[in-house]
């Protein structure tokens, strides 16, 4: 199995609840931050993004809003979905080509 | 398209042995990346390359070497595996130019244990 995600945060919802992932980030000088869901077995996957002249995005069924002012960012995800359960990585993005992982949540979704 | 497509998918090595761990992407992307992911620490950046003939190192650089000769190919060299090199490998990719526009996607990643 998997062994990666053993020591993660976990969020539990309820289908059809809104989902609320919380990430800090680390360096004031990002400028790009990115959501990734990673599925078992599988690579990040792109979710939603946001540059840092923005304070909110969204997408279909999913929101994200930048405060840089405590540098932190949040994925929101309304009616979740069982299909929805995965690890939620955010990642940072400094004005360099390297991007900044998160140590991810694990998203539970009971029926 | 088949994206990103990393292989092997698992590889068991004892210490000591080489190894090479093969990326490629048949989007055209000029930048290309590795990361390791272990318990607890998300992913961590080892090798990147923002086109063919030039790299650099990442975060975790040290035990690894990467070239990268042509645009599709980006493989991941171990010279003599340890165990602390245990660990899932994901290859990723993404189009040159304006960074912030441009997220980057990642392959299904190489499980590779080191006895």
């Known amino acids: 199995g998997e062994s990666v995600g053993l020591h993660l945060p976990t969020l539990s919802v309820q289908e059809g609840d809104n989902s609320i992932i919380n990430c800090a980030y680390s360096n004031s000088a990002s400028d790009y931050f990115i959501w990734y869901k990673q599925e078992s077995g599988k690579g990040p996957q792109f979710i939603i993004d946001i540059r840092s002249n923005m304070d909110k995005r969204q997408g279909q069924r999913v929101t994200v809003l930048l405060n840089k002012t405590v540098k932190h960012l949040s994925l929101q995800i309304a009616a979740t979905q069982p299909g929805d359960s995965a690890v939620y990585f955010c990642?940072?993005?400094?004005?360099?080509?390297?991007?900044?992982f998160g140590t991810g949540t694990r998203l539970q979704v009971f029926p | 398209n088949a994206g990103v497509t990393q292989t092997p998918k698992f590889q068991v090595l004892k210490t000591g042995q080489s190894m090479t761990l093969q990326c490629a992407q048949d989007?055209?992307?000029?930048?290309m990346s590795w990361y390791r992911q272990d318990p607890g620490m998300g992913l961590r950046l080892i090798h990147y390359?923002?086109?063919?003939?030039?790299?650099d190192q990442g975060e975790v650089p040290n035990g690894y070497n990467v070239s990268r000769s042509t645009t599709e190919d980006f493989p991941l060299r171990l010279l003599s595996a340890a165990p602390s090199q245990t660990s899932v490998y994901f290859c990723?990719?993404?189009?040159?130019?304006?960074?912030?526009?441009?997220?980057?996607?990642f392959g299904d990643g190489t499980r590779l244990s080191i006895l």
């Open positions: 990723a990719s993404r189009r040159s130019g304006d960074r912030k526009n441009q997220p980057q996607h």
């Open positions: 989007m055209n992307h000029e930048y």
């Open positions: 990642a940072e993005n400094p004005p360099a080509d390297k991007l900044i």
């Open positions: 390359s923002v086109g063919a003939g030039i790299t």
